[in-house]
């Protein structure tokens, strides 16, 4: 057993079970033996590769996706460009490189990370040395500037609620003990008002999953854009209103039970880019767009013809792959989504659907 699960066990026997949310924020960030607090989780090595990870071409477009709309809200100066979760720091790298040749825009720009990992705070600050970042354990300290802001994979890791649609209201599903393993169970049915536009879309039986984490997110990121203008560019899996059980677990590149070893596993959730956006009003927003559309449109396929032109042999193929595997409907190319935020009469960025 891990000492996260010892933990959890002495906990849930003294005070009852946890709700999905307290479970996943215990195993992603505990002070000592939460997942993200431990380890660096992403590339080869590790359980999972992001999009950055794998082609330098991600970060490129949507370093230009950026620059055109800092341009389109007339190019302040200072700005605070800023991102959330930002892993390896290879992402911003790649947009800090795209964008030396944007007049202006790296002068204007004052680099602020949220991250609540010192293992990966470490690695940006080696990835992203010569940029002065400064980093912040939320939003709320961020200074008071344009926002030009990009979160990939950020919001799959804030923690969910799930709850049971029942006769009789809302059944929550705990983390609770099954003798001495922790295990899912079902508290007695209650209404829930903040549901009951799901009350539409599912039946008796079906799973809803909530994050209000993430509306607060959301809600921050265009409260900052009203007050100061700017952009929030948001990239994860999920869709427009999640449906049904989404809770992973992935080690090793491999789905495992998110109960077993405790702390050991990343945890997440398909992003429901519905409550991002009601959460947003009332900044502009852009419709939900799959991340292959989003990409092609910002011209993936030129710049893989242009990088490919140097390579040959494995590293070509390996290039061609990573193309396919950030574009293709069935590879990343539709379970992601690039959505965004901005300031209210702002063009639509680059790449988006109105
Ligand atoms: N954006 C990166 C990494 C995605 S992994 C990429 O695309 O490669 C998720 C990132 O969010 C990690 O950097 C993790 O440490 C960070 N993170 C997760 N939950 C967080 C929280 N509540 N507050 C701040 N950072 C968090």
Redesign the pocket.
């Known amino acids: 057993m891990t000492p996260l699960a010892e933990i959890l066990r002495a906990q849930i026997a003294c005070t009852g079970p946890l709700t999905l949310a307290d479970y996943m924020t215990a195993c992603?960030?505990h002070p000592e033996h939460g997942y993200?607090i431990t380890r660096d989780p992403?590339g080869v090595s590790g359980d999972f590769t992001?999009?950055?990870?794998i082609s330098q071409m991600f970060g490129e477009l949507i370093g230009l996706c950026l620059a055109q709309s800092w341009r389109d809200q007339g190019a302040p100066s200072p700005f605070c460009l800023a991102e959330?979760?930002?892993?390896?720091g290879?992402?911003m790298a790649d947009i800090l490189r795209a964008t030396r040749a944007v007049p202006g825009f790296r002068d204007a720009a004052r680099l602020h990370l949220?991250?609540?990992?010192p293992a990966?705070r470490a690695e940006q600050a080696s990835s992203l040395s010569g940029h002065s970042p400064q980093w912040h354990d939320t939003l709320e300290t961020l200074p008071s500037a344009p926002l030009f802001l990009v979160a990939?994979?950020?919001f799959d890791?804030?923690p969910i609620r799930q709850f049971q649609r029942d006769p009789k209201g809302w059944r929550e599903r705990v983390v609770g003990l099954h003798g001495d393993a922790l295990a899912l169970g079902l508290v007695d049915p209650v209404p829930h008002a903040a549901l009951d536009h799901r009350l539409q879309d599912t039946s008796p039986g079906q799973i809803v999953e909530t994050c209000a984490p993430a509306r607060a997110v959301s809600g921050e990121i265009a409260a900052r854009i009203a007050r100061n203008g700017g952009m929030a560019l948001i990239v994860d899996y999920g869709d427009w209103r999640s449906r049904g059980d989404t809770f992973q677990a992935l080690r090793n590149h491999a789905p495992v039970d998110p109960f077993d070893a405790p702390g050991t596993a990343d945890l997440t959730a398909h992003v429901d880019f519905e409550q991002l956006s009601l959460a947003a009003r009332p900044v502009g927003q852009s419709g939900l767009t799959a991340q292959g559309v989003f990409l092609e449109r910002l011209g993936i396929t030129a710049r893989a013809q242009a990088l490919a032109r140097n390579l040959s042999g494995a590293a070509l193929e390996q290039h061609i792959a990573a193309h396919r595997r950030l574009t293709h409907p069935a590879e990343m190319g539709s379970l992601f989504k690039a959505f965004a935020l901005f300031s209210t009469g702002a063009p639509t960025p680059p790449g988006l659907d109105p």
């Open positions: 992603l960030l993200y992403l992001t999009a950055p990870e959330l979760g930002p892993g390896r290879t992402l949220v991250e609540a990992s990966l990939n994979e950020f890791a804030l």
